[in-house]
């Protein structure tokens, strides 16, 4: 993490390299890596942020702090109660494996977006032969406890303007705008098609 008064700089980098980046049980530096961070910021300055973790157990990691700055304390529970995840670590919450995205919307309720599974061939039926990519969502009221969504809050078939339907190879990086009362406006995607990757970006049910 870095820190600038300007967006032109200069950049300071906030802790040193290896430098544990959450405390608490389960803490330290136990991953080999950790990526994709999204931030959600609560008006008492408090920061939720979700990332990847690189390391054979994989998945989404939670962490808390009182300030943008830290210290970041990572959520965890002390038995296998979360989605049978080892040593009841939060990070392997609703089948998300990586790209989470965080945040509360308008009831309280906190939601986070992945890129989620892989449909085998047949999983659609306009297009039979395509694996389909799909981006997962969870819900929880606590951080800790996630209940997986009833299905895929989006997958790699985009639909364009016109009504055309296209399927692409890969779906993922899932980012939100939202309103100020929490609903989400507009989905922010990376896609992959062939021999080519492209950002988009469509519109979401008020009402999801």
């Excluded at 950790?34 to 990691?61: C, E, H, K, M, Q």
């Excluded at 296998?80 to 494996?97: D, E, I, M, T, W």
């Excluded at 892989?118 to 306009?126: D, L, N, V």
Aim: aromatic share 12%.
């Amino acid at each position: 993490m870095a820190y600038s008064k300007s967006v032109d700089g200069p950049w300071t980098q906030l802790l040193p390299d290896g430098s544990p980046f959450w405390q608490g049980p389960g803490g330290g530096n136990d991953s080999l890596a950790l990526s994709n961070p999204s931030a959600f910021a609560l008006d008492n300055g408090t920061i939720v942020l979700a990332y990847s973790r690189a390391d054979p157990n994989g998945g989404t990691g939670i962490s808390t702090a009182p300030h943008w700055s830290g210290p970041y304390t990572r959520l965890y529970l002390p038995t296998k109660v979360s989605h049978g995840a080892p040593q009841g670590y939060n990070f392997s919450l609703a089948r998300c494996g990586e790209d989470p995205f965080i945040y509360q919307d308008f009831r309280k309720t906190w939601r986070v977006l992945c890129h989620g599974s892989t449909e085998k061939a047949g999983w659609s039926k306009e297009f039979p032969d395509a694996k389909i990519e799909t981006i997962g969502m969870a819900f929880s009221t606590d951080l800790l406890h996630w209940t997986p969504g009833p299905g895929p809050a989006a997958t790699s078939l985009m639909t364009y303007a016109n009504g055309t339907v296209r399927p692409f190879a890969r779906r993922e990086r899932p980012s939100l705008l939202l309103d100020e009362k929490g609903f989400p406006l507009v989905m922010y995607n990376g896609i992959q098609g062939p021999n080519a990757n492209y950002s988009c970006h469509s519109p979401t049910d008020r009402g999801c």
